[in-house]
DNA sequence: TCTGGGGTCCTAGGACCC
DNA sequence: TCTGGGGTCCTAGGACCC
């Protein structure tokens, strides 16, 4: 530990929505807001919308009143653009910045301990810098913890004057700050926790900042006295620049309609398996379990609630999409029961090894290499686009795929699709 | 009619072992 | 009537993040 640290997090200011304004500056100045997969629920909103009283995370059917009368602005997401925006957005940072944690799609924190220049103004010309050359405006909170830069960054999004930029090192009176900050505001302070909190008395970060350890400890588990440590000013979660090696990964999503046939969700589940199957090949990794879960829809009322999953281990760790595909489908035929109305299902893959570094098994021999099918399978869908070739038991179905009314082209990734002036 | 997707970590409790 | 103690490992569920 040490409290002499000064952390900077970037943030990107509604950033499906700014991305969509880099290439449409009609949108300026009015209200837009960017949606969920399968156009379910608001996730990107831009300040015109803020104001309209449209909350985060709302579905967008419970806010269509608002959208008609005011015209707000819908786009679908379109991941092949916010991931390219995001990368562009990602290498000005680290020019800036000797270490960088790219902590979302839209967000990275950096390490400024014992750079020379005034923080603010470093910062100021990198949010200038950003915004030159991705057209992406972004806010910058800078404080001597990750946890404080945090709340640093949300003052600098609140308040206009300062800019994008907000500092808290050297600031006399940071409780004073933090009083103003509700505790469901902190980092790493979620609903569940706020709710028990506020029910003891604390409310904002101030209250939390001076409880006793042993008292967090006990409500909040270790996290929350980590949490509450750099709200103290006691730097302990370090930047992590080097991205581990992932546990899991996993394809889920919310089927465009319900289904009812057991062949229609094997249909998208061998998508989903593939899907996974596909991302884990191109980091260099194979899988020892499956699981596959599906399930009806929560909110629907008028019909029962059905939610299942299982699991299987493989004898030896694999990245062939068909054998992963075949041991999915065993699991979604057990799983399945008929009579239900089924919304979503997936695929998660774990238990990973590095190629080539699987444990010694006795009864198989470990694949040095990858097989030669699926290396052409990822040649030909890298050049033709991802879902050129299937495998039979997708079938090319279409019957769950999502809505996805109203999505810009890929302008960026794709040289047919650049923007013509 | 319509409610996202992809992750991580922690804890409690059960199974199992000697 | 009376049924141990200490340890590990695994899993499900719940919390968090964006």
């Known amino acids: 530990m040490n409290d002499n640290k000064v952390f900077a997090l970037i943030d990107c200011n509604a950033f499906y929505v700014s991305c969509e304004r880099v290439f449409n500056p009609k949108l300026n100045h009015r209200p837009v807001v960017a949606l969920s997969n399968n156009d379910g629920c608001i996730i ?22 608002i959208v008609e009368k005011e015209k707000v602005i819908v786009f679908s997401s379109n991941y092949t653009l ?16 000797p270490s960088i944690e790219v902590y979302s799609i839209d967000e990275a924190f950096i390490d400024l301990t014992g750079i020379k220049l005034n923080y603010e103004d ?47 090192i050297n600031f006399k009176d940071i409780d004073n700050v933090l009083e103003k900050t509700e505790v469901g505001e902190v980092w790493g302070v979620g609903r569940r926790l706020s709710e028990k909190l ?16 042993r008292w967090i400890r006990k409500m909040m588990s270790i996290n ?24 899991s ?7 465009g309609r319900p289904l009812l046939d057991l062949k229609d969700i094997e249909q998208a589940t061998a998508t989903f398996a593939r899907r996974a199957t596909e991302r884990i090949r191109s980091e260099g990794l194979v899988a020892s379990s499956i699981s596959v879960f599906l399930r009806t829809s929560p909110f629907d009322r008028g019909n029962r609630y059905y939610s299942n ?3 299987i281990t493989l004898s030896y760790p694999t990245c062939d999409t068909i054998c992963i595909i075949n041991n999915a489908l065993i699991i979604v035929r057990k799983i399945f029961k008929q009579g239900y109305k089924y919304k979503k299902g997936g695929v998660l893959l774990s238990g990973f090894h590095n190629q080539g570094e699987e444990p010694p098994n006795l009864f198989t021999n470990t694949q040095k290499e990858l097989p030669k099918l699926m290396l052409t399978i990822d040649n030909i869908n890298q050049r033709y686009g ?36």
Request: proline letters at 2%; glycine letters at 6%.
């Open 82 to 97: 916010y991931a390219d925006m995001s990368r562009r957005v990602m290498n000005i940072i680290s020019e800036f910045a």
């Open 198 to 213: 506020i029910r003891q008395g604390i409310n904002n970060a101030k209250l939390l900042k001076y409880c006793d350890d």
């Open 44 to 65: 990107a909103r831009s300040k015109e919308a803020k104001a309209l009283g449209i909350k985060m995370g709302v579905p967008l059917f419970k806010v269509k009143d």
């Open 249 to 255: 990964c996993c394809t889920t999503r919310t089927f």
């Open 309 to 311: 999953s299982s699991s």
């Open 224 to 247: 929350g006295l980590k949490t509450v440590t750099e709200l103290r000013g006691t730097s302990c979660l370090p930047i992590q620049e080097i991205s581990v090696t992932r546990k």
């Open 386 to 421: 991802s879902d050129t070739i299937q495998i039979a038991s997708e079938c090319h179905t279409t019957k769950w795929k999502q809505k996805r009314k109203n999505c810009t082209q890929s302008y960026t990734t794709q040289i047919d699709k650049l923007l013509l002036v």
């Open 122 to 168: 470093y910062a100021k010309s990198l949010r200038a810098t950003i915004l030159k050359y991705t057209g992406i405006p972004v806010s910058i909170g800078i404080g001597s913890t990750k946890t404080l830069s945090k709340v640093a960054n949300h003052i600098a999004k609140d308040d206009e004057k300062l800019a994008g930029v907000c500092s808290l």
